[in-house]
């Protein structure tokens, strides 16, 4: 479980169009998909881990502070807003699906809900074309990211049995690019 993120809570509400009382475990499950999921599929994960634990140590680069605060934190956090918007309405309890409401709010239909989600994949989408346009055109800055050992991921997706969010062809090769939030 990852418990160090690129962005944090006050970062987030300043930069997302959410307010500043929604509870950071609220945030929490969804930062940790937006981590695990997407951005380890990006960057592979030896690069996802150096980096991670650089920005943590706070031993970066000036290359791996531009890539972190304009290309990673951005994309980060609009993927984070994507997996948590239909969450912000309703939650699991034992009960079941529950739909929350407070007397000075009036909840919205599922119509908005895809609306607000759709919106937010498509912000996610333009993010993760210009992370992955800004590592394709300057990869030879990053030598942990074009020399994976293939521990794990590699970036760019590998072979796998499931569709993935993203796929530009075998290994780092930046042709035939199909991105996904």
């Known amino acids: 479980m990852i418990n160090t993120f690129f962005t944090s809570q006050a970062w987030l509400a300043d930069y997302?169009?959410?307010t500043k009382n929604i509870a950071y475990?609220?945030?929490v499950p969804h930062l940790q998909t937006s981590h695990q999921i997407n951005?380890?599929?990006?960057?592979?994960?030896n690069f996802f881990n150096y980096l991670?634990?650089?920005?943590?140590a706070q031993t970066l680069n000036a290359n791996e502070i531009i890539l972190v605060e304009d290309f990673i934190k951005p994309y980060v956090?609009?993927?984070t807003l994507y997996y948590m918007t239909p969450f912000l309405t309703f939650q699991l309890?034992?009960?079941g699906i529950l739909q929350l409401t407070s007397e000075n709010s009036q909840p919205v239909d599922l119509e908005v809900i895809k609306y607000?989600?759709?919106?937010?994949l498509d912000r996610s989408q333009w993010f993760s074309e210009r992370l992955i346009n800004y590592l394709c055109d300057n990869g030879n800055l990053f030598p942990q990211y074009t020399n994976n050992n293939s521990d794990d991921i590699i970036p760019f997706g590998g072979a796998t049995t499931y569709e993935s969010d993203l796929y530009l062809g075998a290994g780092n090769s930046c042709n035939n690019r199909r991105i996904f939030g």
């Open 16 to 18: 997302l169009p959410i």
């Open 77 to 79: 956090a609009w993927v």
């Open 93 to 95: 309890f034992n009960k």
């Open 25 to 27: 475990s609220d945030i």
């Open 116 to 120: 607000l989600s759709k919106n937010t």
């Open 39 to 45: 951005l380890n599929e990006f960057l592979g994960t």
């Open 52 to 56: 991670l634990d650089s920005y943590s």
